[in-house]
């Protein structure tokens, strides 16, 4: 029988991504999906037929523990959050509420349905926060600077401790910052690469932007989905740290994604106050050997690549 793995927040980028892979795997893959009147399904509509998509909510454990018994999976990631950093100061129990109390319910369905059941957590470099070492493992404490940091530093050690008094098969990636064509538009990453292309096509003359200073290791989705699979055919759990291991600036960032387009981001770019958090993290670059030695997995696809790759996929949909 093929295998079956429940998929939380599949619409998202890395939820789609993950999903491609698993089926190119043979898997039967279940999404849930919440409640609404209206559903984005975008990114993907091209499997959607593929798919078992199925209601069910972070915030309603019953609703967890019924999709649990009525599909049986023998593989859960938790990709589902408040995920959008910014957002997280200005809805923060609605963050914790998701992203960290979540994670304890859908841990807890498991612990009641299936204990062995396989989780896989999506922790978050942004829980490093105030760095204390550069680069960032393991090992590297947690001095989280959002409220969205902070749930995930709850999600991630209830993870721990579910694994620890549970023995559960639980594993937390702790992926550094991953982007593609199908990231959303609020987040830098595709904030820049769209606003060269709109700008190179006319339709806008400028782009608003925070602290041009920050560095982040920015990586593909789709290698980082790869990581998460691979730690859930270990023999035993455990936690990863996923990056590419080379910072880069905003500010670099943006050189690059309008160099694209024949511009100078100088030209375009314009320092905005609102966009600046009121607690920053400056840099944030991971040190991925571990999962090099016991996963062998790297980043195939590097940051240039990446936005370039981006940015082309913003002209081109212009275009149409």
């Known amino acids: 029988m093929a295998k079956r793995a429940l998929i939380t927040g599949i619409t998202g980028q890395d ?3 993950l999903a491609e892979l698993l089926l190119d795997q043979g898997y039967e893959v279940i ?5 609404s009147s209206t559903v984005n399904i ?3 509509s091209h499997i959607q037929d593929r798919l078992i998509l199925v209601s069910g909510d972070l915030m309603d454990e019953v609703s967890l523990i019924n999709v649990l018994r009525d599909y049986r999976p023998s593989e859960v990631y938790n990709l589902a959050a408040q995920s959008f950093v910014q957002a997280s100061w200005t809805q923060p129990v609605l963050t914790g509420e998701s992203t960290a109390l979540g994670v304890t319910r859908l841990l807890d369905a498991i612990r009641i349905v299936d ?3 396989r989780f896989y957590q999506a922790s978050s470099s942004e829980m490093f926060g105030r760095v204390r070492s550069v680069p960032q493992d393991e090992d590297t404490s947690f001095y989280p600077r959002s409220p969205y940091g902070v749930a995930k530093v709850y999600a991630h050690w209830i993870t721990v401790n579910y694994r620890e008094s549970y023995n559960l098969h639980a594993s937390s990636g702790i992926l550094f910052n991953h982007e593609s064509p199908r990231r959303g538009f609020e987040f830098v990453t595709r904030k820049v690469t769209s606003g060269a292309a709109r700008i190179a096509a006319g339709l806008d003359t400028e ?3 925070g602290n041009l200073e920050s560095q982040r290791d920015w990586g593909y989705a789709a290698d980082y989905v790869r990581a998460m699979w691979l730690m859930l055919q270990r023999d035993d759990p455990d936690d990863f740290v996923i990056a590419s291991g080379v910072p880069h600036s905003v500010r670099e960032l943006c050189e690059v994604a309008f160099s694209q387009v024949g511009l100078n981001y100088e030209d375009h770019v314009v320092i905005d106050a609102a966009y600046i958090r009121p607690a920053e993290v400056d840099l944030l670059v991971g040190d991925a050997s571990k999962a090099d030695r ?5 980043c195939e696809v590097d940051f240039y690549a990446l936005i370039e790759m981006m940015v082309a996929a913003d002209v081109k949909a212009l275009q149409r």
């Open 31 to 35: 999404g849930v999906m919440r409640r």
């Open 207 to 209: 782009l608003r932007l």
């Open 115 to 117: 204990s062995d059941i």
């Open 294 to 298: 016991q996963l062998n997995w790297r």
């Open 42 to 44: 975008e990114r993907i």
């Open 15 to 17: 939820g789609s991504y």
